[in-house]
């Protein structure tokens, strides 16, 4: 993936500071979404998908500390910090959060871009080197053979049943409507076949069988969320 592809969320209250930054990231390629709170920076990024998310610290309505903590919760995007608290002891409560970088300002705008480029190109070869096998404990999906065993036992998945646990994973930690996963699993989204994904997510569930089966959750009022710790 090159850097026309990448996605990049800013989430920064000082305005001038994000039109330079913006600036140099689109100058290499990259697209880039701003939002001028917390509160914003959370919104944007649970209607969209990116490929790094820079999150200043001091910010109104929700501070950085509370923006990743909630990311965290919901995905292992890459996240640079971007704060004027330079201390060891913010950097370090910033790592305890597991972002991937705590730059201090100043900062050179130059010196961000690299090393956003670094975290997201490893981030990306580590996706693309274990996307043929997916293990969570003891439940392995062998993508490219389509064979899922549970304790070193095979199970016997349809097609369909194989594709749905396959996107619902890649997916995790991410509620997922019946809309998205009917357009995404079956190619289509019309309303009155919803009731198939249900039908479909039951079946899985009773052939993972305990304890996978209860990490497929129902989001009341969404749809469905594949979770791991």
Do not use: H
């Not at 913010?90 to 300002?105: E, F, M, N, Q, R």
């Not at 396959?166 to 289509?188: F, M, P």
């Not at 305990?210 to 791991?228: E, H, M, Q, R």
């Amino acid at each position: 993936m090159n850097t026309l592809s990448y996605k990049v969320l800013i989430i920064e209250d000082e305005k001038q500071l994000q039109n330079v930054v913006t600036a140099y990231f689109k100058k290499e390629g990259f697209n880039v979404d701003n939002a001028y709170d917390g509160l914003e920076g959370i919104n944007l990024f649970k209607i969209n998908q990116y490929n790094c998310i820079c999150v200043d610290v001091m910010m109104p309505k929700l501070d950085g500390w509370e923006v990743v903590k909630q990311i965290r919760e919901e995905s292992d995007v890459p996240i640079v910090m971007l704060t004027a608290l330079s201390s060891d002891q913010d950097a370090l409560k910033g790592y305890s959060l597991k972002v991937d970088d705590y730059i201090p300002k100043p900062f050179s705008p130059p010196l961000l871009i690299a090393k956003v480029k670094n975290i997201v190109e490893r981030y990306e070869g580590n996706l693309n080197n274990n996307k043929n096998v997916i293990t969570i404990n003891q439940l392995k999906i062998d993508v490219e053979s389509r064979e899922v065993f549970v304790k070193d036992k095979l199970i016997d998945l349809s097609k369909t049943e194989f594709d749905l646990l396959v996107y619902l994973i890649t997916n995790k930690n991410i509620a997922l409507t019946r809309e998205q996963i009917l357009d995404s699993v079956w190619g289509y989204d019309k309303d009155a076949l919803e009731r198939v994904v249900d039908t479909f997510i039951k079946t899985l569930r009773k052939k993972l069988g305990s304890p996978y089966a209860t990490y497929i959750k129902t989001v009341f009022g969404v749809g469905y969320k594949f979770i791991v710790e």
